[in-house]
């Protein structure tokens, strides 16, 4: 009985996943009216279905496999329960259960992302039929999301315009997609053989990824790069080889930017969007220098190699971290000085929003104001809600449009402890395995894994959290728990 439940779960986790990565992001009810109220409710529904499901499965099979690590039981625990305090003190129940209408990322929402987190913490067998029927629609909202930006749309959508792309609506809900999934696919690309045909489709993958990113519009999209990059460079230091692997992925970055300036040379005239940042880097030919760059690097340390030259990883690790510090300090500077007015706004809407704490009770500085209650909390007070509308021109405002800031509000010191304790726990994690395991099939996952959840966090310090984004953060997170796991059994 416990062996067909188990299979029984296996097949159900595989089928959830399809779902995950192929309804949600093409669902649209009423076109980009509403969209992300279509997909908070189809997001709702799908989970809890398969939820009770699971959890059925699960009592049939053995609940005490859910948890076998007592450490991140804990860590898991304290996030669930500082959740519930913020709810049961919420300023709105209602919306803090459920979500804003919208966004729909209330504690329903939350509660379903951390129990898939547990649920695929017991791992699940992908092979390569399985991760194509998983990739096949983020591919094509890759390639939709490159023809909308030249103007091509294959198919009418209603409220179409330059500020949405492909399925997922608004470009911030857009990156935040491609925020999990290019770097995912540069994962699985980082293990295969380059040349192979696996190896080729997996390339095609990222590299479609990749242009999509740099022609979308947002300079967030720098964030998602630099995150995916930074972190797969800090991990491959630990070993020559992987190392080399690094070169290899940084020489596809190239190619993807080099070929982004090709198709603005020859199709700019029908791009429909503000140039950003990283098109200008790509008109810059900074992809053909990567390029360049990467095959030297990568002989030379194929040299070395040859010749046992020893390879100083922890050294170029440390300077890594330091040189990320320095830049860290130095963007933070950048902001502070800045005349608020960047990237939209959000200078002006962090410091009301950095104000709007200050000014929270002291519960509510510990708990929050409740889950999704940002909106109601904010505009329910006249000196905020006249502060916003004017800076916003009247436009509402749902988040602070940095997570971790809409977090400290919405669930408080407690809450964002809660939750980065739970990310850091498990990065550490995925690094440790990376660098002490001797099997490379559990250096890739880790890789795999610590890719996109870090992305997503460089991401969302400008952005914000999503149902097409978010959920599959916590889903990697429980798998990336079990490859954890799975090292620390060895």
């Known amino acids: 009985m416990k062996n067909k439940s188990a299979k029984i779960t296996e097949i159900v986790k595989i089928i959830y996943l399809i779902i995950m990565c192929s309804a949600l992001p093409l669902y649209m009810k009423q076109g980009y009216y509403m969209l992300g109220e279509a997909k ?3 997001y709702l529904g799908v989970s809890a279905f398969f939820f009770a499901l699971l959890f059925i499965l699960k009592i049939l099979e053995e609940p005490k496999k859910l948890f076998c690590d007592p450490q991140k039981a804990m860590i898991i625990g304290a996030f669930v329960f500082s959740n519930a305090i913020t709810l049961f003190f919420s300023c709105d129940k209602r919306t803090a259960f459920l979500g804003q209408e919208g966004w729909r990322c209330g504690f329903l929402s939350v509660f379903l992302m951390i ?12 092979n390569a039929l399985v991760l194509s029927l998983i990739l096949i629609i983020p591919f094509s909202t890759f390639v939709l999301g490159i023809l909308n930006r030249f103007g091509i749309y294959p198919f009418y959508v209603y409220g179409a315009n330059p500020s949405f792309l492909a399925t997922l609506g608004n470009i911030n809900w857009y990156v935040g997609f491609l925020g999990i999934f290019v770097p995912l696919g540069i994962g699985l690309s980082y293990g295969k053989k380059f040349f192979s045909l696996k190896g080729s489709l997996t390339n095609l993958y990222v590299v479609t990824g990749l242009v999509a990113l740099f022609l979308q519009g947002s300079d967030s ?14 991990m491959s230091f630990g070993k020559r080889k992987s190392f080399q692997r690094f070169m290899a992925q940084a020489a596809l970055l190239g190619f993807s930017m080099e070929l982004t300036k090709i198709l603005m040379e020859l199709f700019g005239r029908s791009y429909n969007y503000e140039e950003g940042i990283i098109l200008m880097v790509c008109d810059m030919h900074i992809g053909l220098i990567v390029m360049a760059a990467a095959f030297f690097v990568y002989r030379v340390s194929r040299l070395f190699e040859e010749i046992n030259v ?3 990883g922890k050294f170029y690790r440390r300077a890594l971290v330091v040189l990320g510090i320095v830049a860290a300090v130095s963007s933070i500077i950048i902001v502070i000085m800045a005349d608020g007015y960047f990237g939209n706004g959000r200078g ?3 410091q009301i929003s950095v104000d709007i704490f200050k000014g929270l009770s002291s519960w509510q500085k ?30 509402r405002l749902t988040n602070a449009h940095c997570e971790l800031l809409t977090i400290l509000i919405e669930r408080g010191m407690i809450g964002i402890l809660t939750y980065g304790v ?6 550490h994690g995925l690094i440790k395995t990376f660098d002490t395991s001797d099997s490379s099939k559990k250096e890739h996952a880790a890789m795999i894994c610590a890719l996109p959840i870090t992305s997503y966090l460089f991401n969302c310090s400008v952005s914000f959290s999503t149902v097409t984004s978010t959920p599959y953060l916590f889903i990697l997170l429980g798998i990336a728990l079990f ?8």
Not at 115 to 126: D, E, I, R, T
Not at 221 to 234: C, F, R, W
Not at 371 to 381: E, L, S, T
């Open 40 to 42: 908070g409710v189809l």
């Open 115 to 126: 129990s898939f987190c547990v649920l695929f913490m017991q791992g699940v067998k992908l």
């Open 221 to 234: 999209a720098a964030l998602v790069v630099i995150g995916t990059y930074g972190i797969m460079l800090y």
């Open 310 to 312: 020893s390879f100083i």
């Open 348 to 350: 002006i809407i962090w």
């Open 366 to 395: 510990l708990f929050g104001v409740g889950q999704d209650c940002f909106y109601v909390y904010a505009y329910n007070h006249s000196v905020w809600a006249e502060s916003l509308l004017n800076v916003l021109n009247g436009n």
């Open 422 to 427: 739970l990310i850091i726990s498990v990065i």
């Open 483 to 490: 490859v954890s796991r799975a090292q620390e059994r060895e």
